[in-house]
């Protein structure tokens, strides 16, 4: 008996296996896990909102991408606001966080292959001498700004860089919250750290979802709603606030169910279309993209599993969830 799943998402031609285990013809046999659990990241979510061809680029063509300065500033300013709460709270100053941005641009380094070129000569941005130094200002003026916006001297987070998960109809729904505060009555405010500047309101939704997915699964976990989503925008010094409700959330829920059977239709028909908008400007795979005169690569053998393989659609981008 296949899994409730599948009928949504299978392909021409599949067949079960009598151990639960499926094979995609075409495609290379694969097992288990991936006929049990579906999966989804507000990341992964908003690409494919934003255009089907760019989810493809991502999650089916895999076509690997390097961090930018600007994205890898944003892991560093998040990884000191989330090391400073471990200090008590008189000692929460400005002199102290800064002091913290050389040694845990070091760890990062260390810990993630992928942030040791990102300071290499020839990016527009670092290309200039001491390239390093003024780098690191920059993501010490990040910090400095966020005293600006919040005391934490006054704060004392329930949790930092909280990893959540639900399930809503057999889909999981995961990601990555970067602070949760708890009141004394219960009420939860969920905060997240961005280190560019607030967007019009043209480019909010964006943000304002990714809040909104964190806030039903943490109501899914929790049995409560969320009281308020706080985004804090460091880039320009401005804190964007917002009360949801269960009717938000709610349809937030249908929303993510409507777009994993729009991304299945998608897998299985093949069919990723590019969608036009302003952010084409800041694509990672514009040079692909046909509509400004590149070529897709071929369609992978095994495109229907890897448009779906949960380890990809459900995964949270460490550097870029982190930094717009
Ligand atoms: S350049 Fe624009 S249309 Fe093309 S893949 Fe990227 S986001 Fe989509």
Redesign the pocket.
Known sequence: MPPSTAAAWRPPGDRWLPDGCREVVGGAAYAGRMTQVRALSPSRAADFM??P??YR?RVVDRIPTAPSPAAARGTLVHAVLERLFDLPAEQRTVAAAVALVRPQWARLVEEQAELAGVLDAGSDEVAEVDVEGRWLDGAAALVRQWFDLEDPTRLEPAERELYVETEVDGLVLRGYVDRLDVAADGALRVVDYKTGRSPSELFEGKALFQMKFYALVLWRLRGVVPRMLQLVYLGNGEIVRYVPDEADLLAVERKVKALWAAIERAAVDGDWR????R??DW?D??EY?P??GGTPPPLPDDAVRRALDPAAVGAVDVVSATSD
């Open positions: 934003q255009c061809l760019m680029f590019p969608r036009q908008s952010l084409c694509c795979y514009k993209c509509l400004w």
